[in-house]
Structures are given as structure tokens and as C-alpha cells.
T-cell receptor, first 118, second 109 residues
């Protein structure tokens, strides 16, 4: 099946610094990628939809200036958490669908990134 | 509006069968998914139903009734490694996934 690679798997950073998370589709092209955040014992919360070659679409309540998304190619989307604070500590997961053939079905997930801000 | 609901937690015995229900409401529907998620890991795909009926895949089966807005995931011959959270999600008319909060399944020996 299709593979989505997310890097890094975990990161610890100091409050006030920025962290970049990469999401790559390894064997398919993804026009659209999705970024989720998941707090302990809670479900996935969609943060934004990343569109190749255009601006990301953010969900209500998500600060676009704090969570910068760049989708520069059909296989790479990045999420940068700027000026991170301890409350940004969470599990961040990206996903993408193999949309070749026109029918969007299964969403493939990256491994997730555990961010801890100290 | 859209909403999706599943039980918060269930407990079952090793070797037994368990059914996890999921109900949803939406005006546009493009299929229902079940994912398994172990603690600290990303979800992994289990099943996708877009037509009514039962889809069987080894020990796991998934059922969908579009008219009732209802799905269930059936797990047979439970093993300890099946202890995980099970997430249901439907795809809306914009092909966006709407996620349930997940059902934590606890397997006891």
C-alpha cells in the first residue's frame, strides 16, 4: 500500500523556538495532505488541509500564523510550529490520499510526531 | 449538521467476539472508515465501506447501513494485541474525513 513518511518522530524544543515537521508521500503524488493534532486520549483534530501550489485551508480556531504549512511539491508538505509554547505539546499526524484515478478513498497516515515544548 | 458517535470504552475477553458501533449524521456521504490506533502511534487502516452490507477481512468485519447512519466493526477471536483505540470516520461530500472520538478496547485474559 501507499506509504506516507513523517519526520521527525519526536522532538523536544525550548519554548519560543520553531519546529518543522515534514510529511512525504513516498510512492504516490498527493495534491492534498491533511494535518491533525491529537491530545492524549482524544481523537484526531483536523488542523488544516494542505494544497499543493496554493495556500492551506485552516480549520476554525487554528492560528495560520503560528502553524505555517507549505506544500511545495506533490510529495512534500511541511508544518512549522512557530514560537512554540508548552501548550503546543501534542502528537501531530499528517495524512494523504492517493488520488490517482480520480477516486479518493483510504487515507494513509504518517508515523506521527510527538512534540514536547519545554 | 454533521456528527459521529461511538462508545468511549469497551472491555472484552481474550478469544471472544466484540462489536463496536458507530452512528453518524451527514448530508453528503462518501464512505465509512475504521482505523486502529495503538497508544502513541498513528492510526492504521482496517476497513472501508461505501455500500450497505458486511465486509469481512480475516478476524475483522465491518458493516454499514447508509439508511440508518450506522456501522459496526466486529472483531473475532480477540487477542491481547487487539487492545487499542478504534476510530470510525465518514467521508463527507467534500471528501473530508470526519472522525469519531474513538473507542478504547480493553482485552482481558
Amino acid at each position: 500500500g501507499a506509504v506516507v513518511s513523517q519526520h521527525p518522530s519526536w522532538v523536544i524544543c525550548k519554548s519560543g523556538t520553531s519546529v518543522k515537521i515534514e510529511c512525504r508521500s513516498l510512492d504516490f503524488q498527493a495534491t492534498t495532505m491533511f494535518w491533525y493534532r491529537q491530545f492524549p486520549k482524544q481523537s484526531l483534530m483536523l488542523m488544516a488541509t494542505s494544497n499543493e501550489g496554493s495556500k492551506a485551508t485552516y480549520e476554525q480556531g487554528v492560528e495560520k500564523d503560528k502553524f505555517l504549512i507549505n506544500h511545495a511539491s506533490l510529495t512534500l508538505s511541511t508544518l512549522t510550529v512557530t514560537s512554540a509554547h508548552p501548550e503546543d505539546s501534542s502528537f501531530y499526524i499528517c495524512s494523504a490520499r492517493d488520488e490517482q484515478g480520480g477516486e479518493s478513498t483510504e487515507a494513509f497516515f504518517g508515523q506521527g510526531t510527538r512534540l514536547t515544548v519545554v | 449538521g454533521q456528527n459521529i458517535d461511538q462508545p468511549t470504552e469497551m472491555t472484552a475477553t481474550e478469544g471472544a467476539i466484540v462489536q463496536i458501533n458507530c452512528t453518524y449524521q451527514t448530508s453528503g456521504f462518501n464512505g465509512l472508515f475504521w482505523y486502529q490506533q495503538h497508544a502513541g502511534e498513528a492510526p492504521t487502516f482496517l476497513s472501508y465501506n461505501v455500500l450497505d452490507g458486511l465486509e469481512e477481512k480475516g478476524r475483522f468485519s465491518s458493516f454499514l447501513s447508509r439508511s440508518k447512519g450506522y456501522s459496526y466493526l466486529l472483531l473475532k477471536e480477540l487477542q491481547m494485541k487487539d487492545s487499542a483505540s478504534y476510530l470510525c470516520a465518514f467521508m463527507d461530500s467534500n471528501y473530508q474525513l470526519i472522525w469519531g472520538a474513538g473507542t478504547k478496547l480493553i482485552i482481558k485474559p
